[in-house]
């Protein structure tokens, strides 16, 4: 016999208890609470196949609130993923497909790795510029071939976080029709009701950013209203939509309702009682599903085949009729837009003193023409980041022109590091953002994720030390980059000059799994002799030396390269063996070869760090560390290098200062380890 829709909405609440229980930790309360509309979406809206996952029509769904994941793989299974019910039973556990919350490459039908609130509805804003880009620049009359809805779930933590505002602040802004989120309004957070500390009127405040909203005052079993809210926000153009979505927190156990069903297992006795009383189940099983739920879960998997089959079919009349179109829409999604030899056709150094921020504008020039699908913006500092370059015939992405690569992100930071990686997580674009380097660290969150995530985003950090001078302390950046190149999977690359900077550039645009932060100056460097792409792609390299035993090894990046170059020829006359290396990238470094790694600060030699930057890191490397003793200062810039002792002079005396001092061992084999 067919199953209602009550049935069906506690079978996924059965399952997502079980799920939680059987890990004895995670969260069942969101699971209860969304279980219906979980139902509605997966069971009548959402197009996907779950035998390709990752199809590009497909509808992209994210969990911003990525405790709930017990829900998501509670449907994933019922519909038809590659998820068994033996992962479910693995929850939380190594090496499973279900971990604790949803990470992108882990599972199947997971489009985005979610948890900290409000990334992922940030990720959505993302993946929705993108459909609507790849709309714009693909589809022809008759020929949709990129059309596709995001959904998100959501709940008041997400909307509490500082990061939505920004998103969906923009997301109203860019008017971004396909995106429609669905908002666990239960009034519930951790620490108890909403009335403790978030009481903004919620519905107001997305109409006043520009946002359809809809009511459905009982998520909990009303579902002719929830599948009439859907129906609602898929017809309403023009605007990004929310349903606000009035449920009740663990639905049906004792605890409904508080924060205290919200992150931990219901317990035997309890779930047995709901199972019982509430969901009319037998409380003796656990894991069950009845064959009629798997049956009714599996037709809109079969929906959404013969979509993807109908799909195979329009491409193929859209191949006959633009075939240039179509080829250029295969290589965008197949990761082909980039030469491999894409540096040969980038700006070399041709003796001119230039900030290396410029040096970056030169190679965007060239990048924006060779590569269609490279899009993004700045924060809100275009003319400093210098990340549009007047060469190229650029059009703004805006609402009424989603043709458009460049994005304008406004002062939205954070927000725009996540929505970078939702553009990326979409598949078909390269995508870049752009700040002052220092507020790298208001994105840090979104940065992270990126690394986790393997998002090839490319971050444009200009101003990026005290060379930055008179905007002062706040402004300057002398920690951070050595943060920033402690966390995996990330490529912090401070370029010296133009052929640094054009190499930097072309490592960034072939990794498609790695984000890269580009590390610019504001003030002008010089060229200098030696430095290379092959170098370069090595993370650190030998750019003169005097030979293959050096007694004094300088190691420098950006801007201080030129200081151990001019140090060195000075050292070099007091007649001192001196060899000069140029880290572009410590990452890249260390994942070299030793062999390759001695041979660059070779053993027995005394090693001195330049960098206008803190010492923390640079004893992996070196003896000593010419930098930051703490925070800069607001002057010019020459004034203040003087101030702090990053000088010739310094290196000089410091460097003969070390040699005087004895023996030394090499550094490397501890950062070998």
Not at 24 to 40: E, K, L, Q
Not at 183 to 206: L, P, Q, V
Not at 400 to 409: D, K, L, M, N, V
Request: charged content about 20%.
């Amino acid at each position: 016999s067919k199953m209602n829709d009550s049935q069906l909405t506690n079978v996924i609440r059965c399952l997502a208890v079980d799920t939680v229980q059987k890990a004895n930790s995670g969260h069942p309360g969101a699971p209860m609470g969304m279980a219906a509309i979980a139902h509605v979406l997966w069971s009548d809206f959402l197009k996907y196949d779950p035998k390709e996952p990752h199809w590009d029509d497909r509808d992209r769904f994210v969990l911003s609130n990525g405790h709930a994941s017990a829900l998501l793989y509670t449907m994933l299974h019922l519909t038809g993923y590659n998820l068994p019910l033996d992962e479910l039973k693995k929850f939380r556990q190594l090496h499973s497909k279900t971990p604790g919350h949803p990470e992108r490459h882990v599972t199947p039908g997971i489009e985005v790795t979610t948890g900290p609130l409000g990334q992922g509805i940030s990720n959505a804003v993302g993946l929705a510029i993108s459909e609507a880009h790849l709309a714009a620049v693909f589809n022809r009359p008759n020929f949709p071939v990129v059309d596709h809805f995001t959904y998100v779930f959501c709940g008041d933590g997400c909307l509490m976080e500082g990061i939505t505002q920004e998103s969906i602040s923009l997301a109203g802004h860019l008017g971004l029709e396909k995106l429609i989120v669905i908002y666990d309004d239960n009034k519930i957070t951790i620490d108890g009701n909403t009335s403790i500390a978030f009481t903004e009127k919620t519905e107001a405040k997305m109409q006043a950013l520009g946002w359809h909203t809809i009511v459905v005052e009982n998520g909990d079993s009303d579902f002719n209203s929830m599948r009439a809210a859907m129906t609602e926000a898929r017809a309403v153009r023009g605007k990004p939509k929310m349903i606000l979505l009035r449920t009740t927190i663990g639905y049906g156990s004792k605890l409904q309702g508080t924060e205290k069903v919200h992150g931990s297992p219901l317990g035997a006795a309890e779930i047995k009682r709901v199972k019982e009383a509430v969901f009319h189940r037998d409380p003796s099983k656990s894991f069950f599903v009845e064959p009629e739920a798997y049956k009714h879960f599996a037709q809109q998997g079969l929906r959404g085949a013969a979509k993807r089959v109908q799909w195979q079919q329009l491409f193929a009349k859209y191949e006959a009729a633009f075939p240039d179109l179509a080829a250029l829409y295969k290589k965008y999604f197949n990761n082909q837009t980039v030469d491999p030899s894409i540096f040969d056709k980038l700006p070399k150094n041709d003796g001119k003193a230039l900030a290396t921020r410029k040096s970056s504008e030169n190679a965007m020039a060239v990048l924006f023409r060779e590569i269609p699908n490279l899009v993004g913006g700045s924060a809100d500092l275009t003319h400093s980041n210098l990340t549009r370059p007047a060469s190229v015939k650029l059009v703004d992405f805006q609402k009424h022109t989603p043709e458009g690569r460049i994005i304008r992100f406004g002062v939205r930071e954070h927000g725009m590091a996540a929505i970078m990686n939702g553009i990326d997580a979409h598949g078909g674009l390269i995508a870049f953002g752009a700040t002052f380097l220092n507020f790298i660290g208001y994105a840090l969150g979104s940065v992270r994720l990126a690394a986790l995530s393997d998002h090839g985003v490319i971050y444009v950090a200009t101003h990026d030390s005290i060379g930055v001078g008179e905007d002062g302390p706040t402004h300057q950046p002398v920690e951070l980059v050595n943060g920033l190149r402690a966390m995996p999977n990330l490529n912090v690359m401070r370029p010296a000059d133009q052929t640094e900077t054009s190499a930097a550039w072309a490592l960034a645009v072939k990794n498609r799994s790695r984000p890269t932060v580009l590390c610019l100056s504001r003030q002008n460097l010089p060229s200098i002799a030696g430095t290379s792409l092959e170098g370069a792609a090595k993370g650190g390299y030998v750019i003169s030396s005097d030979s293959d035993k050096p007694e004094l090894i300088l190691v420098a990046t950006g801007s201080e390269l030129s200081l151990a170059v001019d140090s060195a020829k000075e050292l070099s006359a007091k007649g001192i063996k001196v060899r000069v290396v140029s880290m572009v990238c410590t990452r890249l470094f260390d994942e070299q070869p030793l062999g390759y790694k001695n041979s660059v600060l070779t053993p027995g030699a005394a090693v001195v760090s330049i960098e206008a930057y803190v010492a923390f890191g640079w004893e992996r490397y070196s003896h000593i560390h010419v930098g930051m003793p703490g925070f800069g200062g607001s002057a010019p810039d020459r004034a203040l290098y003087n101030q702090f002792g990053i000088t010739k002079e310094k290196v000089v005396s410091r460097s003969l200062a070390l040699l005087k001092s004895g023996p030394l061992t090499s550094r490397l084999a501890f950062a070998h380890l």
